[in-house]
Nanobody, 123 residues
Framework: QVQLVASGGKLVQPGGSLRLSCAAS????????IAWFRQSPGKEREGVSC????????YYADSVKGRFTISRDNAGNTVNLQMNSLKPEDTAVYYC????????????????WGQGTQVTVSS
């Protein structure tokens, strides 16, 4: 059974940086796409970024382009999301998810989800 564990969320000031990690167990990331989503109260879950393990191609929501970077640590079977220049509107619960197909930012395309990690951007 696919298991994902997200970590790294915390309180950070506007303009600060944070690194989230998504650790996979009981399966290898080699043939999966891994994405980060976020959800804040009263809003729908939003796709943030995705990485396709087959060719390491990456995708970003317009709202985070140039600020967030997704990467995969092959040795550790972990996908990281480096978040820079954080804004209050980045505040949300962040989830990682795995899907067998190509990369997308559409939640139904992903079959396995980790628990969320809270990111709060506030002074």
């Amino acid at each position: 059974q696919v298991q994902l564990v997200a970590s790294g969320g915390k309180l950070v000031q506007p303009g600060g940086s944070l690194r989230l990690s998504c650790a996979a167990s009981k399966f290898t990331l080699d043939f999966w796409s891994i994405a980060w989503f976020r959800q804040s109260p009263g809003k729908e879950r939003e796709g943030v970024s995705c990485i396709r393990s087959r060719d390491m191609s990456t995708y970003y929501a317009d709202s985070v382009k140039g600020r967030f970077t997704i990467s995969r640590d092959n040795a550790g079977n972990t996908v990281n999301l480096q978040m820079n220049s954080l804004k209050p509107e980045d505040t949300a619960v962040y989830y990682c998810a795995a899907g067998p197909g190509r990369c997308s930012l559409n939640p139904p395309d992903f079959t396995s989800w980790g628990q969320g990690t809270q990111v709060t951007v506030s002074s």
